[in-house]
T-cell receptor
Framework: EPEVTQTPSHQVTQMGQEVILRCVPISNHLYFYWYRQILGQKVEFLVSFYNNEISEKSEIFDDQFSVERPDGSNFTLKIRSTKLEDSAMYFC???????????????FGQGTRLTVV | RKEVEQDPGPFNVPEGATVAFNCTYSNSASQSFFWYRQDCRKEPKLLMSVYSSGNEDGRFTAQLNRASQYISLLIRDSKLSDSATYLCVVNEGPSGAGSYQLTFGKGTKLSVIP
C-alpha cells in the first residue's frame, strides 16, 4: 500500500537553530499538507500546498515557517529559528485532487518528533 | 474560530460492549466529516467518512446531523484492538477543491478491557 514517508523520525535541535523536516508524499497525489500535534493536544493544521504554491495556511504558520517542493518527490517544512514551543510531532499528509464533495482520504505520514532544547 | 468539540473521555469499556462517541462542530459551512483513529504516538488514520444519510462499516456506524452540527460514531462488539483515541475531524477546505484543511477534535480515548 502506498504511504507517506517522513524523515527523520526524531529531531533534537537547539533553540534558535534551523530545522528542515522532510516528507515524501504518495506519488500520484497533488495536495500536500503539514500538521502538528503538541504533546497531549489536538492535531493542528499548518499549511496546504498545491501546484507549487501555498493554498491555505493557519495563523500558526508565521514567517518562521516555510515549505518547499524542491524536486518531484520531496516536500519539506523549514523552521528558521526554532523556539521551545515548536516542540511537537509534525505530520506530513497528502491527498488526491478530488471534485464534488471532497470525499476521499488525506494520508498521514508517521510523523517527525521535534524536540527543541 | 472553527472548533470541533469532543468528550475527552477516557471511556473504559469491557470487550463486547457498545460505545458511542459524540462530536459537535462550529463551522456550518464545513464540507465533509470524518472519524480518524490515533494510536499512542502514531499518526492519525482514517476510520471512516461520515455522510448525512449515515453509514456503516462492519461494527462501526457514523451519523451526521448538519442541522445540529453533530457527528457520532458507534462501535458495536468492541475488541481489545479498538483501544485508541478517536478523533472527530471536519474538512474546512474550499468546496469541491479537493483540499483537506482539516480541523481536529482533541479526541476521545477508548480503552477496551478484557
Amino acid at each position: 500500500e502506498p504511504e507517506v514517508t517522513q524523515t527523520p523520525s526524531h529531531q533534537v535541535t537547539q533553540m534558535g537553530q534551523e530545522v528542515i523536516l522532510r516528507c515524501v508524499p504518495i506519488s500520484n497525489h497533488l495536495y500536500f499538507y503539514w500538521y502538528r500535534q503538541i504533546l497531549g493536544q489536538k492535531v493542528e493544521f499548518l499549511v496546504s500546498f498545491y501546484n507549487n504554491e501555498i493554498s491555505e495556511k493557519s495563523e500558526i504558520f508565521d514567517d518562521q515557517f516555510s515549505v518547499e517542493r524542491p524536486d518531484g518527490s520531496n516536500f519539506t517544512l523549514k523552521i528558521r529559528s526554532t523556539k521551545l514551543e515548536d516542540s511537537a510531532m509534525y505530520f506530513c499528509a497528502s491527498s488526491d485532487l478530488l471534485s464534488g464533495t471532497g470525499d476521499g482520504e488525506a494520508f498521514f505520514g508517521q510523523g517527525t518528533r521535534l524536540t527543541v532544547v | 474560530r472553527k472548533e470541533v468539540e469532543q468528550d475527552p473521555g477516557p471511556f473504559n469499556v469491557p470487550e463486547g460492549a457498545t460505545v458511542a462517541f459524540n462530536c459537535t462542530y462550529s463551522n456550518s459551512a464545513s464540507q465533509s466529516f470524518f472519524w480518524y483513529r490515533q494510536d499512542c504516538r502514531k499518526e492519525p488514520k482514517l476510520l471512516m467518512s461520515v455522510y448525512s444519510s449515515g453509514n456503516e462499516d462492519g461494527r462501526f456506524t457514523a451519523q451526521l446531523n448538519r442541522a445540529s452540527q453533530y457527528i457520532s460514531l458507534l462501535i458495536r462488539d468492541s475488541k481489545l484492538s479498538d483501544s485508541a483515541t478517536y478523533l472527530c475531524v471536519v474538512n474546512e477546505g474550499p468546496s469541491g477543491a479537493g483540499s483537506y484543511q482539516l480541523t481536529f477534535g482533541k479526541g476521545t480515548k477508548l480503552s477496551v478491557i478484557p
